[in-house]
């Protein structure tokens, strides 16, 4: 699952994992994601921090309180550090900042065992 409200990233996104076979939903809210997360259990997650209606870092408890299990890449272009150490409080696997390459997305998916098809 993609959170993020930059279409155009979620778009890089998902033709990055499905070229690696990992079914993928993008969604642009926490309050979208918060409902897919009610009934649906990603693999993996890869949050955006900054929404109009709230802070991705402050949404981790929701997604660990729907599956401890679920892996989670917190990106974000904002640069001040507090949001790096709640995220990895909180219990982000990857903590990647803004622009991304998909040199680092494969990087942290080979990195998650996520082959490449």
């Not at 640069?79 to 680092?104: C, H, M, Q």
């Amino acid at each position: 699952m993609i959170i993020d409200d930059d279409v155009e990233l979620g778009l890089l996104l998902t033709a990055i994992l499905e070229n690696r076979k990992i079914h993928t939903l993008a969604v642009h809210s926490l309050p979208e994601a918060e409902e897919y997360l009610s009934y649906m259990k990603p693999t993996v997650i890869f949050l955006d921090n900054s929404f109009p209606d709230g802070l991705g870092v402050n949404f981790i408890r929701n997604i660990k309180s729907a599956d401890e299990e679920i892996k989670i890449v917190m990106i974000t272009a904002d640069t001040n550090d507090w949001i790096e150490s709640k995220a990895s409080a909180e219990g982000v696997n990857y903590f990647l900042r803004k622009p991304l390459t998909t040199k680092i997305i494969d990087n942290v998916l080979d990195k998650m065992n996520f082959r490449k098809a």
